[in-house]
T-cell receptor, first 117, second 111 residues
Framework: DTAVSQTPKYLVTQMGNDKSIKCEQNLGHDTMYWYKQDSKKFLKIMFSYNNKELIINETVPNRFSPKSPDKAHLNLHINSLELGDSAVYFC????????????????FGPGTRLLVL | GDSVTQMEGPVTLSEEAFLTINCTYTATGYPSLFWYVQYPGEGLQLLLKATKADDKGSNKGFEATYRKETTSFHLEKGSVQVSDSAVYFC??????????FGAGTTVTVRA
């Protein structure tokens, strides 16, 4: 009954390769996110999608392309991987902002540990 | 822009000690405030949240009160256990589809 799942859990690859990370949520949420956590544990939003539409793109290089085939999935494709892409990538989901205002709780996946050699 | 500042770690405590992690924020309007916890090798879990001024969030013995006058949301626990060893993140969000996180505070509790 995993709520937010990501595959793969670990990903080791060479510079210049192209790779994808998949995310699925079974919580019925309409908003999904990708976050990047660097080696110092700092977390930063990359993208957010609401009802399959891109809402936020936080100055992420064009090599990163999210794709949301439906509300339950948000995949992340990375072209021409660089050493600096090594990080832990977290997917999350939530309901959209409530009518009463404020952010709904985001539920995070277990993370994908990407190492670029 | 929105930002969150939390006390730098690492923090090392003995079991049953009192824990405080300071968190202050900068944001326009009335953000929602959160504490997330990341146990070793795992993803983030919501620990507690508060959505308006003077609200107190609480869970698993942890508490934090939304103080608008001091723009703070400090996390406290009266008696920590070894199982509380983790990285704690303070975060805020307005209704703009993202969380802004603090840098995280690593807490280690010794038996």
């Amino acid at each position: 009954d995993t709520a937010v799942s990501q595959t793969p859990k670990y990903l080791v690859t060479q510079m210049g390769n192209d790779k994808s990370i998949k995310c699925e949520q079974n919580l019925g949420h309409d908003t999904m996110y990708w976050y990047k956590q660097d080696s110092k544990k700092f977390l930063k939003i990359m993208f957010s999608y609401n009802n399959k539409e891109l809402i936020i793109n936080e100055t992420v290089p064009n090599r990163f392309s999210p794709k949301s085939p439906d509300k339950a999935h948000l995949n992340l494709h990375i072209n021409s991987l660089e050493l600096g892409d090594s990080a832990v990538y977290f997917c999350a989901s939530s309901h959209g902002p409530s009518l009463a205002g404020g952010q709904e709780t985001q539920y995070f996946g277990p993370g994908t540990r990407l190492l670029v050699l | 822009g929105d930002s969150v500042t939390q006390m730098e770690g690492p923090v090392t405590l003995s079991e049953e000690a009192f824990l405080t992690i300071n968190c202050t924020y900068t944001a326009t309007g009335y953000p929602s405030l959160f504490w997330y916890v990341q146990y070793p090798g795992e993803g983030l879990q919501l620990l507690l949240k508060a959505t308006k001024a003077d609200d107190k969030g609480s869970n698993k013995g942890f508490e934090a009160t939304y103080r608008k006058e001091t723009t703070s949301f400090h996390l406290e626990k009266g008696s920590v256990q070894v199982s509380d060893s983790a990285v704690y993140f303070c975060a805020l969000s307005r209704d703009d589809y993202k969380l802004s996180f603090g840098a995280g505070t690593t807490v280690t509790v010794r038996a």
